[in-house]
């Protein structure tokens, strides 16, 4: 507004000569136009060194935050690769560890069909040793039986037949026998 006091006088002079020229319409008068320019080019001199200074900072910013994008990307993208590769893998080691898991399981039952026939072969040999001692003892206890049946017999068929006269008899002849051994 102060230039465009200062200049009035000015464009006054150069209209001075009665005539109303382009420049002075009223309504189109040229101070208001370069009054507008001059207040515009000041405008865009401030806010330009004042806007650049923002616009310059916040490009700035936006290639900082590209940047870190582009790594954050780069980092995603390498995870990925990671992940996917494990999961290329895992395919293969749960194979192997299928393969792992039937050997260790067929191993697992040789072992234990030996240690079944180890004990079937010891448990066998206990029973025949069992069967063994029972016959044993069996045999002895038939032989100890016989032998008293035997002389219950032989003492009840004595008894049965041997009358008084049979017994003063061989008593003496037991004495004889006696007295012929002690000669």
């Known amino acids: 507004m102060f230039l ?10 150069l209209s001075e000569g009665g005539d109303v020229h382009w420049w002075d319409y009223p309504g189109f008068e040229l101070w208001k136009f370069i009054n507008l320019g001059i207040f515009l080019a000041v405008m865009i001199l401030i806010l330009r ?14 290639r900082t935050e590209l940047a870190r994008a582009q790594q954050e990307r ?3 993208v390498a995870k990925l690769k990671e992940v ?5 893998r895992l395919d293969s080691e749960v ?9 260790e399981a067929a191993e697992e039952n ?5 240690d079944a026939e180890t004990e079937v072969a010891k448990l066998s040999e206990q029973a025949q040793r069992e ?9 002895h206890e038939l032989r100890r039986y016989t032998a008293e049946q035997s002389v219950r017999m032989a003492e009840e068929m004595i008894r049965r037949e041997i009358k008084p006269e049979d017994d003063a008899r061989l008593i003496t ?9 002690a000669r």
């Open 49 to 62: 060194r004042r806007m650049g200074e923002a616009f310059r900072t916040r490009r700035e910013g936006i």
């Open 110 to 114: 040789q072992r234990i069909a030996r």
């Open 95 to 103: 194979s192997v560890i299928k393969e792992q898991s039937k050997r």
């Open 131 to 139: 069967i063994e001692r029972a016959g044993k003892t069996a045999r």
């Open 84 to 88: 996917e590769e494990r999961l290329a």
């Open 173 to 181: 002849r037991n004495i004889e026998d006696l007295g012929g051994a």
């Open 4 to 13: 465009s006091f200062a200049l009035s006088p000015v464009l006054f002079a």
């Open 74 to 76: 780069d980092a995603a």
